[in-house]
């Protein structure tokens, strides 16, 4: 890991970036460890730059603490392997065909949604000398990538004779676990069904992994021996409802948010009454006011619907607002692709290079992630993992 006084120095190199708390995602860890006992395994999901937070240092950081790292395919699970984690990975979505062969000799646990991949893994394997973990993929409802419920026995006895396979795992997904109860108990039933006939039929499958973050905390049926930890990892919640059913239940339970993103000023100065503001003159100063430069646009991730929308009267500021010296400061004018203009008037000594806040704390306020995704019509899965991942993260203790 780089030293932390190295990355301090490394990341005035830039004028955007994002510093992320170890300790808070540790602890999130640690309270889902709690409510789920010792004898269930976590499954850290580290997929798509481990939502925004950098996959290779979260995983460096949780591996110590987990037997298990999920990943969304072959390409993230080698890059792992390439920074020397060696920690059981299993791709959570799609294989590449020409890293299949790499996946295998590097002990990969992979997917199965269908009987043409399997009997291809088993080829590869074969010629490898080589048995490959696989998790037979269940669609009990989500209807994206599975095997459909009622077909699965019989798939799952053909691919159980499948030479050089090792059938490890059994898993499916929840459409709506964050706000459909019901419907949760229904693919939950689904799943249930196939075990039932699966230890009917003899066949020993060692892993059941169904409960994502939302699950985990309300339906504890969907544990099975093996529980997949995503968005709540990083100290956000699935749902607001989700969190009201948790915290009814586990009045101690906690997330930390893992995440600030921070920008700096690059220019500040006074513009008069009536003077335009941005592309397409969106705003028009209604008064003079004191104006500050950030570096951070929609290359970066700060998304253009914050910008202030286009009205008659031109004075409208935008739904955005950064952190100034603990103060809320509205956009003002479009987002552009690498900068964005607010309005700093009642924040006193303003400077060129003073650090803002996009998403985090500063002082006493926050502008949170569930803010901005609400702001932009998203989810906050979306705003974290649209921060560009070329910016530099800094992890601190």
Excluded at 120 to 136: F, G, N, P, Q
Excluded at 164 to 181: D, P, R, T, V
Excluded at 239 to 246: A, F, H, L, M, V
Excluded at 359 to 385: F, H, M, P, T, W
Aim: charged letters at 25%; aromatic letters at 8%.
């Amino acid at each position: 890991m780089i030293n932390i006084y190295y990355q301090l120095i490394f990341v005035k190199m830039y004028n955007s970036w994002v510093e992320i708390s170890q300790s808070a995602i540790l602890h999130n860890l640690a309270q889902y460890k709690r409510i789920i006992g010792s004898k269930v395994a976590v499954m850290p999901i580290v997929k798509s730059n481990a939502y925004g937070h950098g996959m290779i240092e979260v995983a460096k950081l949780v591996a110590p603490k987990v037997k298990w790292l999920g990943v969304v395919n072959l390409a993230e699970a080698l890059e792992l392997r390439r920074n020397n984690i060696r920690k059981r990975i299993f791709v959570l979505s799609y294989v590449q065909p020409n890293l299949l062969e790499q996946g295998i000799k590097q002990t990969i646990e992979l997917p199965v949604y269908g009987l043409q991949f399997a009997k291809e893994v088993s080829r590869v394997d074969r010629k490898l000398r080589k048995t490959a973990k696989i998790h037979i993929k269940i669609d009990t409802g989500t209807s994206r990538l599975g095997i459909l419920a009622k077909d699965a026995i019989n798939l799952i006895k053909k691919v159980n004779q499948l030479p050089n396979l090792k059938i490890e795992g059994i898993w499916s997904h929840f459409a709506a676990s964050e706000e459909n109860q019901k419907y949760t108990k229904f693919q939950l039933d689904q799943f249930n069904k196939i075990l039932d006939k699966l230890d009917q039929s003899g066949i020993k499958i060692p892993y059941k992994h169904f409960a994502c973050s939302a699950a985990t905390l309300v339906n504890k049926d969907s544990h099975f021996n093996l529980i997949r930890l995503g968005i709540s990892l990083y100290g956000l919640w699935p749902s607001e409802q989700i969190k009201k059913i948790t915290l009814k239940e586990y009045y101690w339970f906690r997330l930390k948010p893992a995440l600030i993103w921070k920008a700096k000023i690059i220019q500040v100065k006074e513009i008069s009454k009536g003077i335009k503001v941005g592309y397409g003159c969106t705003y028009a100063a209604p008064k003079r006011i004191k104006m500050a430069v950030v570096a951070a646009g929609y290359w970066e991730g700060y998304d253009r619907h914050l910008s202030n929308p286009p009205t008659t009267s031109f004075r409208r500021a935008g739904k955005g607002e950064i952190l100034v010296a603990g103060k809320r400061c509205p956009v003002i004018g479009r987002v552009c692709m690498n900068l964005t203009m607010v309005d700093v008037s009642k924040v006193k000594n303003v400077k060129s290079g003073e650090e803002v806040v996009l998403l985090g704390k500063q002082g006493r306020e926050e502008v949170s992630v569930e803010e901005l995704a609400e702001k932009i019509g998203a989810i906050n899965y979306e705003v974290v993992d649209r921060i560009n991942p070329l910016l530099q993260r800094i992890y601190l203790k």
